[in-house]
């Protein structure tokens, strides 16, 4: 008897991954391709929908080749970057490269929603979705009947889904309202046509079936079940596994960015948070300019090693230390001229490499002390993702700032998370 599957796929800013899971959780296979890296300098950000298009066959044909013979996929969900956008004609071709999720030249369109859309957006600011699509609508005006689409839409009407499907976490930032469950009438003030929109769907749920021909030439079954995905970081919580309101998650990369799992939605544009609809429950985050792009600009690896090892955390350095490569930051302090403050440095090269971990610890607790202010349910745990999270002396730091039991995610798999998804319809 055939066993079946679920396919899940992270499409990243340089890299595709997609791994089949069964209806238990257990992994079966898995594969990964790397792509160039966006284009672009000056706060523009590019990148040829022609790329993800050829790395996601790449990847899937990989995969299949591993799939155990006694298991079939049946369901096949995607994540994409949060906020990239491109254009595509009838045909569903793309009709010029997309602008990526850090593209920040629609700063003019970005001013022009601000003064339409209400606070609660998620469409606010100039890297948004819908910013992106005044800009290309001013500046490479498209034929009758374009569609705007996200990453993840693009490559699921590729894959087979109808032409303008989207889901309700990638609308967000294009002006989606999550609860009523529509695209709001003040869009149509923008000029922009209501038919150019895509059709959001609910995560989880079944938008068509994979392309027969697409079908044979990968070595997937025919009538695989296409499911409407999510964002990447979407998809990054699911897979820890926090489920409860009041858990939160903390990515420690480039940027420090947190979200909490809560009972009701909680949007404060003036303070960076926003949130998604997951279930019956809402995802509330926000993302700060501190993280570890700023250790990366004042200590090599050898250092960061040798300090990491030096760590104390039981003797604090009382630095108050706030991390920033330059002035401004968006959560939990909402301030485009916040300084960085990292005086006094210590003579001690490991003292001030603690201290600005320190610092961002408490970056960390303030941000959750904001959601719980702006409505949130009291922080009950957390959960660590990304390069920070393997750091122990960071993680003892952390604990006595946040104060609430520190658990290990039952996954930090972006595509471990679009897989739970697919696997909802098995």
């Known amino acids: 008897m055939t066993r079946p599957l679920a396919i899940g796929v992270d499409v990243g800013t340089s890299g595709i991954r997609a791994l089949a899971i069964d209806d238990k959780g257990a992994i079966h296979a898995q594969a990964t391709r790397s792509m160039p890296a966006p284009m672009g300098t000056d706060g523009r950000q590019e990148q040829s929908p022609t790329i993800w298009w050829d790395t996601l066959l790449d990847t899937l044909g990989a995969l299949t080749r591993t799939l155990p013979a006694d298991h079939q996929p049946r369901a096949l969900a995607l994540d994409g970057t949060s906020g990239s956008l491109l254009l595509a004609g009838r045909d569903g071709r793309a009709l010029g490269p997309a602008l990526m999720y850090a593209d920040q030249r629609a700063s003019t369109e970005a001013a022009h929603i601000a003064e339409l859309a209400p606070a609660e957006s998620g469409a606010h600011g100039p890297s948004s979705a819908l910013a992106k699509l005044l800009w290309l609508l001013r500046h490479q005006p498209p034929p009758p009947g374009f569609r705007a689409l996200h990453q993840a839409d693009w ?3 590729c894959l087979g889904a109808p032409l303008g499907t989207s889901d309700e976490n990638n609308a967000l930032k294009l002006g989606y309202d999550p609860v009523n469950r529509h695209w709001p009438e003040w869009l149509a003030r923008l000029g922009i046509p209501p ?29 695989l ?17 926090a489920n409860t309101p009041g858990e939160g998650v903390t990515s420690l990369g480039s940027t420090l960015v947190l979200k909490q799992l809560c009972s009701h939605p909680i949007f404060q544009a003036e303070a ?3 949130s998604h609809r997951l279930g019956d429950l809402w995802l509330a985050g926000g993302a700060s300019n501190s993280g570890g792009a700023v250790l990366r600009a004042h200590f090599d690896d050898d250092e960061i090693a040798r300090c990491t090892q030096a760590l104390r955390p039981e003797e604090p350095t009382a630095l108050d230390y706030y991390p920033l ?21 210590p003579a001690d090269t490991c003292r001030f ?14 941000g959750y002390v904001r959601l719980r202010e ?8 957390v959960r660590s993702v990304g390069g920070g999270a393997i750091n122990t002396g960071w993680t003892r730091i952390r604990a006595a700032h946040l104060g609430v039991p520190l658990l290990d995610p039952h996954h930090q798999d972006a595509a471990y998370g679009a897989a739970l998804l697919a696997r909802r319809v098995l």
């Open 374 to 381: 702006a409505g949130g349910e009291p922080l009950i745990s």
């Open 225 to 241: 079940t296409l499911v409407a995905g999510t964002t990447d970081g979407v998809a990054a919580f699911i897979a820890t596994g």
């Open 155 to 157: 490559l699921l009407a």
């Open 272 to 274: 960076g948070i926003y």
């Open 353 to 366: 490499f603690q201290g600005m971990l320190e610092g961002m610890a408490e970056i960390e607790r303030q």
């Open 195 to 223: 038919e150019a929109l895509p059709e959001p769907r609910i995560p989880g749920t079944p938008v068509g079936t994979l392309n027969p021909s697409l079908a044979h030439t990968l070595g997937l079954p025919a009538g």
């Open 325 to 345: 490569l330059r002035p401004g930051e968006r959560f939990p302090i909402a301030d485009p001229g916040l300084p960085p403050r990292l005086t006094p440095r």
